[in-house]
């Protein structure tokens, strides 16, 4: 029997392969690989160890990863918050190993940006110079907090300081309701590949949503339909709702509104759900299918 493992979610090649796949797949060596955390703000993960390759997904700063193999600068990695596999720049991974004592426990995440978009600052003002920005689900470490004029500082581990409003504790949901959630993504660019506040693709807006208000999303379309919620009927349809096309994935934000990053607008827009079915289907024809999220 030949069994077709899907290259996005299984790490195998020639020369290497996760012990996860021992015995499914030949390889040279199995490996457990290594627990790291991103560094950067936003890493994009491609198919390749090249980059004019495409990109598949995002890793965001602070998000967990098991590093698998490093050679000529490249990192192949299996994200953590969804078990994507890619390449991503080595210089992007924490030189810090989460196994690394004492380091590990002082630089685990405790805060997450709970809002879309924000500035990390070289000291505790917002007239200092900022060193980066970062996106919403982007993980940090605080070590400390300041007060300057009336505004509340996070100091972290790397020295540099964030908005201590717009951060949360890491085991508290941001939202309980992720339909309000991506509505405060509107007009962010549309990018394929993208799910962080500086662009996003559809099924990023989903996933980034659904993880947002603690609950374990997928990362592409087909998973997505395949695994989350259970079939309604169009009639059926209402806000939370998911809509499907092949290669799209809309949020109904009520029984005639959608909310969804598209190429059309190349934003996350929101668009009258008739209108989208119709444009959509001159071109890709119509929904594949509606799903309900479960009550967590």
Known sequence: MTITLDRRLNAFRPDLAECALEGLVEAKQFTAGT???MAAPVTPLRRRPDRDAGIDTEILMGEAVTVLDRADGWAWVKAASDGYVGYVPEATISAAPLAAAPLAAESAPT?????PRSFLYTGPDLRFPNSTAISMGSRFAVVGEAETRGTRYFALSDGSFVIAAHCQPVDQPVETDFVALAARFLETPYLWGGRSGFGIDCSGLVQLCL???GKHAP???DMQYASLGEPIAREALC???????KGHVAIMEDEDTILHANGHTMTVAREGFEDAVSRIGWLYDQPTGYRRLRAS
């Not at 805060?111 to 809002?115: E, G, K, N, P, S």
């Not at 806000?239 to 096309?245: K, N, Y």
């Open 239 to 245: 806000r939370g709702d998911l809509v499907f096309w």
């Open 111 to 115: 805060h997450i940006l709970a809002v």
């Open 211 to 213: 993880l947002m208000t």
């Open 35 to 37: 627990a790291a955390r």
């Open 219 to 221: 990362r592409d379309t």
